[in-house]
């Protein structure tokens, strides 16, 4: 079995199991955060996007949910013998790559990162919330969905929700698929993701060695930084693991601070970091996050002003795979890489448009089709 090097996220003592009734998402929708915040968080979006994305009203619109159904299904009684898990990662990482990812690791599952409880607002709403959590498989694939650097740009506003929702779709169809296909070589698996996590995911993925956890407190992987969806998928198939790695992340991290500087609702520290939980990270204010995306549901439904200026989020071309390897190495280099992004970007970039208004009346309103056909145009 390969050893693990150590992840550049540091345990510092006993690391407790969450509880997923404590989900700001969650908290939101049953009331947590007040009545006002749970109006408009549950309230049914303007948006015809987020309500293909997301369950609202009419569930059979939304495909994430009927996939709930196949995220855990019947074992092929023949099971194939596996004699070499590392020559079995390779397939399943490949396969993984042809259903659709852009990104797959391997990890042995710490229990440590299986919530405690089940707590998603769907739960609540099937009356399934608060049910002990048993998830005994030995392994988790963490898989990564690039979303589209153009779309992110308008962070906040309806674009960016789309291309977020849509990761979330293609991150949860590659999890579904894959566990399916695992199942199918006899070994027990099952698919986690947005609506349907049994896990946290960014934990999992850093420990598969896609990434290391930024200030923002997401996955930042050497090819996309921050801008990517993440799903999860959980077996016992005998597999060979990857290592945690360290491409310069939390280093760049530490003299940035431009997610902070630009988060809207100042949820993001400034600071350094502390202990949550066991692990020491930059500690968001999730509430505040929260409580801005509910702050305004005629302009946004959610917000990834974080993704849209931090300076790894740029597209994955050959100056910009130069500049995050010698980032790793070189201090000099990520104070150049920062001084440049602020050059070309600024040191608070402006979002592309603010929001796309779709209420009646309104300025002339353009389709989201119609704004992300002449984005790529540009």
């Given at each position: 079995m390969k050893t693990q090097a150590p992840s550049t996220t540091r345990i510092v003592g006993l690391q407790e199991k969450f509880d997923q009734r404590n989900q700001m998402h969650t908290q939101a929708a049953i009331g947590g955060l007040g009545e006002k915040v749970k109006e408009r968080w549950t309230r049914e979006s303007i948006d015809p996007f987020r309500r293909i994305f997301y369950p609202e009203l009419r569930a059979m619109n939304v495909p994430m949910r009927s996939w709930r159904k196949v995220a855990d299904?019947?074992?092929?009684?023949?099971?194939i013998e596996v004699n070499d898990p590392k020559h079995m990662a390779k397939i399943i990482k490949g396969a993984a790559l042809f259903l659709g990812a852009d990104l797959a690791g391997i990890c042995e599952l710490n229990q440590?990162?299986?919530?405690?409880?089940?707590?998603?607002?769907?739960?609540?709403?099937?009356?399934?919330?608060?049910?002990?959590i048993?998830?005994?498989?030995?392994?988790?694939?963490?898989?990564?969905?690039?979303?589209?650097?153009?779309?992110?740009?308008?962070?906040?506003?309806?674009?960016?929700?789309?291309?977020?929702?849509?990761?979330?779709?293609?991150?949860?169809?590659?999890a579904v698929s894959l566990a399916a296909y695992i199942r199918e070589l006899g070994y027990p698996a099952r698919a986690h993701f947005f609506i349907n996590e049994w896990v946290q995911h960014v934990p999992i993925a850093e420990a598969a060695g896609l990434g290391e956890l930024g200030r923002l407190g997401l996955l930042m992987s050497r090819e996309f930084g921050p801008r990517q969806r993440l799903s999860t998928v959980t077996t016992d198939l005998p597999l060979a693991v990857d290592s945690p790695v360290d491409i310069g992340v939390v280093k760049f991290c530490e003299i940035c601070g431009k997610c902070a500087q630009n988060c809207p609702s100042q949820a993001i520290p400034h600071g350094h970091k502390v202990m949550v939980r066991g692990v020491e990270k930059w500690q968001l204010d999730d509430e505040a996050c929260q409580r801005f995306w509910c702050s305004n549901p005629k302009r946004w439904n959610d917000c990834a002003r974080c993704v849209a200026v931090c300076p790894w989020n740029r597209p994955n071309v050959l100056h910009h795979r130069l500049a995050v390897?010698?980032?790793?190495?070189?201090?000099?280099?990520?104070?150049?890489?920062?001084?440049?992004?602020d050059v070309i970007r600024g040191k608070r970039p402006r979002p592309v448009v603010k929001w796309l208004d779709?209420?009646?009346?309104?300025?002339?309103?353009?389709?989201?089709?119609?704004?992300?056909?002449?984005?790529?145009?540009n």
């Open positions: 299904g019947p074992l092929n009684p023949n099971k440590a990162y299986v919530y405690s409880h089940t707590g998603l607002r769907i739960d609540f709403a099937k009356g399934v919330d608060g049910q002990e048993n998830l005994p498989h030995r392994y988790a694939v963490s898989l990564a969905v690039e979303m589209d650097y153009k779309r992110m740009r308008y962070a906040p506003g309806w674009i960016d929700n789309a291309e977020v929702g849509l990761g979330y779709l293609n991150a949860a169809k590659v390897k010698s980032n790793k190495h070189s201090h000099l280099a990520r104070k150049f890489l920062l001084w440049l992004d779709y209420r009646e009346g309104g300025r002339r309103a353009k389709s989201v089709l119609d704004l992300i056909r002449n984005q790529t145009k």
